[in-house]
């Protein structure tokens, strides 16, 4: 089959319109759109330095990041580490009977009670317990003092001394220590 020469012309010219339709297309796809700058050069220096001094701040910042966690870290020696809660008071208790047992004579724990255990701030609880003991009010002084000088963080959180035996010279204490635990120890709240 042959063709005119005026079909022929027709048909290389929309061939070619084509094949130039298809080229452009694929430049057009290729090449990366054009944006439009949003910041003037000098506001780009500014935040340029901006972010150099910021940037310049972070070795002071993590030295003074370490020293805090050192410092929580060796405040953090002083807690009560425990299971659960019956466990921390138990820890109570024997820090109580160890006090006791370094006097002469020995100072005995009469009865305990377990206080419970409630928050501490937003990080840790407090756990407590209640003795009952008879003891002269040096021997009581000097328990105060060792609780005091424990490594553990414990304290007295109520005390009340009451006249026992004129004769003897003793008193009767009910003494409630108090100890830094973990936060998981605190019962939750069920409302």
Not at 10 to 21: D, K, V
Not at 65 to 94: F, M, N, P, S, V
Not at 151 to 159: Q, R, W
Not at 165 to 173: I, L, R
């Amino acid at each position: 089959m042959t063709f005119s020469p005026t079909v022929r012309r027709s048909l290389y010219l929309t061939l070619a319109f084509l094949l130039a339709g298809v080229i452009v297309e694929q430049f057009r796809d290729s090449t990366p759109a054009v944006v439009a700058p949003t910041d003037s050069p000098a506001r780009a220096e500014a935040r340029l330095e901006q972010l150099r001094a910021t940037a310049s701040t972070v070795p002071a910042k993590t030295e003074i990041l370490k020293q805090a966690e050192a410092d929580l870290a060796t405040r953090e020696k002083g807690l009560i580490i425990a299971d659960t809660a019956a466990q921390a008071q138990g820890q109570l208790l024997q820090i109580v009977r160890a006090l006791g047992r370094n006097e002469s004579p020995i100072v005995e724990i009469r009865s305990t009670d377990g206080l419970g255990i409630r928050p501490f701030g937003d990080s840790y609880g407090e756990a407590t317990v209640s003795v009952q003991i008879e003891c002269r009010v040096d021997q009581l002084v000097n328990m105060l003092a060792g609780l005091a000088a424990r490594p553990e963080l414990v304290s007295t959180s109520d005390l009340r001394v009451t006249s026992s035996n004129a004769k003897e010279k003793t008193v009767g204490v009910h003494l409630t220590v108090s100890g830094i635990v973990p936060r998981k120890l605190v019962p939750e709240k069920h409302s």
